[in-house]
């Protein structure tokens, strides 16, 4: 949470959303986590609404050493 408010502290909200969740990605990406951006979407069937969700993946690059 602290890379995402981080990064977004000064940025306007006049943006669109995608393009403020591409952004993110790539500066996270230089920050050495290993970031993605996941989309899905899923059309109406038996009575459930057709929908939409976004959501980020986030790995720290950890080194280990072995004994």
């Known amino acids: 949470?602290?890379?995402?408010?981080k990064h977004l502290r000064?940025?306007?909200?006049?943006?669109?959303?995608?393009?403020?969740?591409?952004?993110?990605?790539k500066r996270m990406r230089k920050d050495g986590l290993n970031a993605?951006?996941?989309?899905?979407?899923w059309s109406s069937s038996l009575g459930c609404p057709a929908g939409e969700s976004s959501y980020y993946t986030l790995y720290q690059n950890l080194k280990y050493t072995l004994y």
């Open 36 to 41: 993605s951006l996941y989309q899905t979407s």
């Open 1 to 5: 949470m602290k890379y995402v408010l």
């Open 10 to 25: 000064g940025r306007h909200g006049s943006e669109k959303t995608t393009i403020v969740s591409r952004w993110l990605v």
